[in-house]
């Protein structure tokens, strides 16, 4: 089974201020994680994907996300917020191998302000 | 490079009433899937595909029947329209279903109120 907790709903920073969304997940296998963004009335757009290869990935726009098995953790960062990154956020994942059947956390809904 | 193609956008039904959300790419996906997305319960999977004439329930499939006569098409119909049906649906490809880590395309969604 797996399973995947973004621990915050609702995260609000100021423009020009480090983003940290936090997922930890839960699976007896090998994950691979993603983190996808979706803007007000779009689809899902992937930032960023963990496959076992190295555990500091760099994604669109800035974002990047380290895989910590210790911590069962796959943080989302980014160093300075832009306005443009408002919109909500979903931890993925998925068994390596287990088949494309994707377990979604609840998303964190991403404010910047002024 | 259309990716994958939902119609239609929006869509108000009544309760009762029988509809198909359309899904299409052009990839030469052989996964499809569809996801319906409520408030605070993040993407929950209805049924996916796993190459033509083959077909399966996700976490969510009451209430949805799906067909899949070609690698291209994914329809998701809707028997019989109900209140609780009211949800945001995607739908999503890619490109084998064993391969760990294949990046997952979405649609752009589909509104679906049902009154």
């Known amino acids: 089974a797996q399973s995947v907790t973004q621990l915050d709903s609702h995260v609000s920073v100021s423009e020009g201020t480090p983003v940290l969304l936090r997922c930890n997940y839960s699976s007896s296998y090998s994950p691979s994680l993603f983190w996808y963004v979706q803007h007000p009335n779009k689809g899902l757009q992937l930032l960023l994907k963990?496959?076992?290869?190295?555990?500091l990935v760099k994604g669109i726009n800035g974002f990047e996300a380290e895989f910590k098995k210790s911590e069962t953790s796959f943080h989302l960062t980014k160093p300075s917020a832009h306005m443009s990154d408002a919109a909500e956020y979903f931890c993925v994942v998925t068994l390596t191998g287990g088949g494309n059947k994707l377990t979604f956390g609840t998303g964190t809904q991403l404010k910047v302000e002024l | 490079n259309a990716g994958v193609t939902q119609t239609p956008k929006f869509q108000v039904l009544k309760t009762g009433q029988s509809m198909t959300l359309q899904c299409a790419q052009d990839?030469?996906?052989?996964?499809m899937s569809w996801y319906r997305q409520d408030p605070g319960m993040g993407l929950r999977l209805i049924h996916y595909?796993?190459?033509?004439?083959?077909?399966d329930q996700g976490e969510v499939p009451n209430g949805y029947n799906v067909s899949r006569s070609t690698t291209e098409d994914f329809p998701l119909r809707l028997l019989s329209a109900a209140p609780s049906q009211t949800s945001v649906y995607f739908c999503a490809s890619s490109l084998s279903r064993t391969a760990s880590g294949n990046t997952i395309y979405f649609g752009e969604g589909s509104w679906l109120t049902v009154v």
């Open positions: 963990y496959t076992s290869a190295a555990t």
């Open positions: 595909s796993v190459g033509a004439g083959i077909t």
């Open positions: 990839m030469n996906h052989e996964y």
